[in-house]
């Protein structure tokens, strides 16, 4: 018997499957969707059992026989394997790319040393985060210095990365690191007995004094005491507590949140569509619909409905949501209505929980999988709906290979099992609304909320008028009284900022230089905690400059509208409010989005300021007023897609006031207040937003009108990346079809990170049938020869974003 093996080596000539040998021991257990150690070349390397045949065109001699088999069941099942190979020709990837996208992390080391980084969010040791350089899996053998062996070591030691030989699963059974309080004497002597300056110890025992006696997971105890591992490393060695490693079952701590109400009776609207996708999922259709319903309108409540009926049906379901939004709220939802049928995926997890809840999913033992992008991937089989809510969210397109888009491969994936796929959004994606007004999609509309609760009255306020009055503030006159009268009514406010730090540069104000990267073409980010400036590009860090570097002048300093600034601002304005505030870095520690929106939701708070994360998923009845500090931040990127989701953003933040009893005010700050999308945002209809968008794709003929593909080449060396790029335009140009336009070589809007140079081209068409065939073949020079100068070159099939 022969089976031929997609090995875990990616490079152009072995982007194909090998034959290998199955010994007699291994030819009753082997199946397609197993993995294998195979000798491959020198080395002995991970493989793909894709196929099993009785002869091989190699002469018999010449074929290696099989190691090792990895798997006694396949990781990978039939269904799983076909949607692989469609996956590679789709988005012109490796098949072993494609391949290794299902399955967990924990399932892809090799045989040789790996670094795998756990908990990426705790490496702070700046030359190593460059080496990272956000990689979460690298060779041992690329740490090239002993300075970076030796704070390779010390992570190790603190399990916040692993070092992995073998191909077997370590993380298999994780022991959990517990942690016994001591009892109430002892822990309430040492607290008498603490010096004054230890605020945090002091903070740590107090808060373990409640737990005397008991024991919990430190993961948990951080968690909950909001304390920072080396404090709790400190009082364990005064005696405060005991550590012992346990064997648990891992499964990410259930939300505590105030539970949703389940509603009785479901409104007109929301009964014709859970009918309507019942009747579909019935007669074993696959029918994609598009749900597109005003925010709060109630479309979770549809797709738990819908998901019951499933079911009940002995099928199993996917929800995808957008990482942001996996909020513990959102999954509180689900895990109410189904228990312990729910897994959760998403990026938070460690390696070994996302390897748990794979396993749960493969087993049977779950029959809902809620989860991100990936989750699309679940190991189901027997699938009887998918859904995607936020439909148009740009992260359901992975940025890096395999560049998949989590609808594609939904509805590919409802093909094979005959089911419905979901698609839900309040702002649909241009592409999606196109496709179901012409009835490609089924639409399904919800244009109330439930109990009629009325959508905020949205106020533009125009920032060039309040500078003309003299207010340089960041808060304009009316929203600042909104918040005033808020805070007088003991009312919650939601602050929304675009991004993190955006515009909070460093500017000389004698001579005008702004600081920037020396990487890259980009200002670097202030950030006021450490005075330091950073890249948000390539993790470039530096000081604050004392003197302008151009002029020497001492007046340089930050200036913008990052977070802090305006947590700062706030500060002046409203010396009493209680201000959370939620971004990149108020976030990066483990299980803190958690605890920040339990306070919140606790009304530990008054003001809620963060970015793009609080834009999605917030139900709490006290808000009753949202702020938007400055539209125009996304309108300006030099993008295709800027009005689309800028308008995407003020509907979706705006949906986050007055979903309750009370109703809800959204004040909108802007530069630009007569551009379109902000023009109909304020109204809040979509459907006059579609039109006008589409009227000026048409004109621009831009999606989805026409596709777009993305070839992006980067260098070192300007002259060379300009001249590959020429080279791979005139390629494209003589090879793809007369109606078919090549735009470019451009330098990128961003045109230099990291050192290198961007050019990009893109190809836009409406029918190109040679369209695969003619990049394949660019790829294979690319792969087989450009490579070699340090070009790299990506093909990005309907990107998420051009510049
Ligand atoms: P969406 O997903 O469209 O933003 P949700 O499903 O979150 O909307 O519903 C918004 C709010 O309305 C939630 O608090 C939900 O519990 C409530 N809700 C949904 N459907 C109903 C209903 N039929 N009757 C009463 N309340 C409902
Ligand atoms: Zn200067
Ligand atoms: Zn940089």
Redesign the pocket.
Known sequence: MIAEVIVDVAAYPIDRPFDYLVPKALESVIEPGTRVKVPFGPRKVLGYVTRLKVESELALGKIKPIDELIDLDPVISSELLELSRWLAVETLSYEIDALQVMLPAAMRAKYEKFIIVEEPERIEDADFKAFLAGRKRIQLKEVDSAELMKTLKRYASQGIVTVDTAVGQKTAVKKVRMIKMADEATLQSLIDSIHSNAKKQAELLRWMLEYAGTTISAKQLMEQSGIQAAVLKTVIERGAAFEELAEVYREPDAPQLKD??I?E???DE?QIAVDNIAASADGQQAETFLLH?V???????VYLRAIKRVLDKGKEAIVLVPEISLTPQMTSRFKERFGQLVAVMHSALSAGEKYDEWRKIKRGEVKVVVGARSAIFAPFENIGIIILDEEHESTYKQDDTPRYHARDVAIKRAEYYNCPVILGS?TPSLESYARASKGVYTMLT?TK???NQALPTVTVVDMREELKTGNRSMFSLPLAEAIRIRLEKREQIVLFLNKRGFSSFVLCRDCGTVVECPNCDISLTYHRAHEQLKCHYCGHEERVPLVCPECKSEHIRFFGTGTQKAQEEIAKLFPTARVLRMDVDTTRQKGSHERLLRQFSEGQADILLGTQMIAKGL?FPNITLVGVLAADTTLHLADFRAAEKTFQLMTQVS?RAG??ELPGEVFIQTYSPEHYAIELAKAQHYEPFYNMEMAARRQYGYPPFYFVTLVQFTHEDLLKVADFAEKGARYLKQNLSAGTVVIGPTASAISRVNNRYRYQCLIKYKKEPKLTETLQQLIKYYRTDWIKSGLTMTVDVEPASIY
Not at 295 to 301: L, R
């Open positions: 949703t109400a509603p009776q479901l409104t929301q319903g925010t709060g309108s109630g479309k979770t409540e309040a919800l909320r439930p109990k139900d949906g979903r309750h």
